[in-house]
């Protein structure tokens, strides 16, 4: 009998145990949880190849578009282009048509489908690639709802006040650390007219005007301003999030499944993926309780067009590439020699001076 009661007193014990680390843990999985549900239940109604491909290229590519629209009018364009060059088109037509070939470039067998399909074959692949798409953005709205607010303080401090997780109306610039980061840089937050004027609308705000947020330590410099710019913690946070997986956000990776990154084998950071991060991150600090790339008051297109219209620029691309070396390195630190410094006195850093030396001799003697 004692033995019969010792070991109901130890169940109860265990019990009561897993039940006190269950609740201890509910929260931490939370994020985690709500995302591998949403892509589970994505992969189960979206197995199709083209929405499946639709994902990854809104994600990293270009996320504000109709790709019905993009591969008809890319499909025509490519005939006139025989009798013309791209660069007679304007500058939005020449973007999407970039879009089109990664697009075609990026989906083997694609190019074949589209020319020799009907009209209707058309939209229905572009249907697909754009329910995938929109999908993918979605998802992702949802998760980061809730996950961003675990990145607005340091950790281990408490947001005061609080936020709620799935209402989003207190957030923006009705609350005080939401609306420091979303104020737009050169704006004084701390000035009391200037925050009563954001929160009231009074100031509105555009796409093009960039929140502090993007910067590193949410600090801007007027006179310099690609200091810190795209780089700031809550960006990384919220592009692991996404790409390597809720878990990884922490220092080191906690997620038994895989990424999205590693799902499509993607290695570097590209432009696209980066102005989508940040497009994401600005919606959920936002009040706004809908994406939509129409709507006025965030501003959510605008907003993307202008990151990649930086990101693109010719004229900057020295501060673009020097840019995007640092995020691979951030969030892909091994995936290729290429992003490695290499060390000044190391054989390879001896052979390419050589060369170097060499091409400019050779330069020298034929001018």
Same mark, same amino acid.
């Given at each position: 009998?004692?033995?019969?009661?010792?070991?109901?007193?130890?169940?109860?014990?265990?019990?009561?145990?897993?039940?006190?680390?269950?609740?201890?843990?509910?929260?931490?999985?939370?994020?985690?949880?709500?995302?591998?549900?949403?892509?589970?239940?994505? #992969?189960?109604?979206?197995?199709?190849?083209?929405?499946?491909?639709?994902?990854?290229?809104?994600?990293?590519?270009?996320?504000?578009?109709?790709?019905?629209?993009?591969?008809?009018?890319?499909?025509?364009?490519?005939?006139?282009?025989?009798?013309?060059?791209?660069?007679?088109?304007?500058?939005?037509?020449?973007?999407?048509?970039?879009?089109?070939?990664?697009?075609?470039?990026?989906?083997?067998?694609?190019?074949?489908?589209?020319?020799?399909?009907?009209?209707?074959?058309?939209?229905?692949?572009?249907?697909?690639?754009?329910?995938?798409?929109?999908?993918?953005?979605?998802?992702?709205?949802? @998760?980061?709802?809730?996950?961003?607010?675990?990145?607005?303080?340091?950790?281990?401090?408490?947001?005061?006040?609080?936020?709620?997780?799935?209402?989003?109306?207190?957030?923006?610039?009705?609350?005080?650390?939401?609306?420091?980061?979303?104020?737009?840089?050169?704006?004084?937050?701390? #000035?009391?007219?200037?925050?009563?004027?954001?929160?009231?609308?009074?100031?509105?705000?555009?796409?093009?005007?960039?929140?502090?947020?993007?910067?590193?330590?949410?600090?801007?410099?007027?006179?310099?301003?690609?200091?810190?710019?795209?780089?700031?913690?809550?960006?990384?946070?919220?592009?692991?999030?996404?790409?390597?997986?809720?878990?990884?956000?922490?220092?080191?990776?906690?997620? @038994?499944?895989?990424?999205?990154?590693?799902?499509?084998?993607?290695?570097?950071?590209?432009?696209?993926?980066?102005?989508?991060?940040?497009?994401?991150?600005?919606?959920?600090?936002?009040?706004?309780?809908?994406?939509?790339?129409?709507?006025?008051?965030?501003?959510?297109?605008?907003?993307?067009?202008?990151?990649?219209?930086?990101?693109?620029?010719?004229?900057?691309?020295?501060?673009?590439?020097?840019?995007?070396?640092?995020?691979?390195?951030?969030?892909?630190? #091994?995936?290729?020699?290429?992003?490695?410094?290499?060390?000044? #006195?190391?054989?390879?850093?001896?052979?390419?001076?050589?060369?170097?030396?060499?091409?400019?001799?050779?330069?020298?003697? @034929?001018?």
């Amino acid at each position: 009998m004692k033995i019969i009661l010792l070991l109901n007193l130890c169940a109860n014990v265990v019990a009561q145990h897993f039940i006190l680390a269950r609740v201890k843990r509910r929260r931490l999985c939370f994020d985690l949880l709500q995302s591998y549900l949403a892509d589970f239940a994505s #992969n189960r109604t979206s197995s199709n190849p083209l929405v499946l491909h639709g994902r990854h290229f809104g994600r990293t590519v270009f996320a504000m578009c109709n790709y019905p629209a993009l591969l008809t009018a890319g499909i025509l364009r490519l005939e006139e282009l025989r009798d013309s060059s791209i660069e007679d088109y304007p500058a939005d037509v020449r973007r999407e048509h970039r879009v089109f070939m990664e697009l075609i470039d990026s989906y083997p067998g694609l190019l074949d489908h589209l020319t020799n399909g009907e009209e209707e074959d058309i939209i229905h692949l572009g249907e697909l690639m754009g329910k995938g798409a929109s999908g993918a953005r979605g998802d992702d709205t949802k @998760t980061l709802k809730s996950a961003v607010l675990e990145w607005l303080v340091p950790r281990g401090q408490a947001l005061i006040p609080p936020l709620s997780r799935n209402i989003k109306s207190d957030r923006g610039f009705n609350h005080e650390v939401t609306g420091a980061l979303l104020c737009p840089a050169g704006l004084d937050w701390s #000035n009391a007219e200037t925050k009563q004027s954001l929160k009231s609308g009074e100031t509105a705000v555009r796409g093009d005007q960039w929140p502090m947020f993007l910067y590193a330590g949410y600090v801007y410099d007027p006179e310099d301003p690609w200091t810190g710019l795209l780089k700031s913690e809550i960006l990384v946070f919220g592009f692991k999030h996404v790409f390597t997986s809720p878990s990884s956000v922490d220092k080191e990776p906690k997620a @038994t499944r895989s990424g999205n990154a590693y799902l499509h084998g993607m290695k570097s950071v590209t432009q696209g993926s980066l102005a989508y991060i940040a497009t994401q991150i600005r919606f959920s600090l936002s009040s706004s309780s809908i994406f939509s790339r129409t709507d006025t008051v965030t501003d959510s297109e605008n907003f993307y067009h202008s990151i990649l219209d930086l990101l693109e620029d010719p004229d900057e691309s020295k501060e673009v590439v020097d840019l995007m070396t640092w995020w691979t390195r951030r969030i892909f630190p #091994n995936s290729s020699s290429s992003q490695r410094c290499i060390s000044k #006195n190391s054989t390879l850093s001896k052979i390419r001076e050589k060369r170097a030396v060499l091409q400019e001799r050779a330069a020298m003697g @034929t001018t």
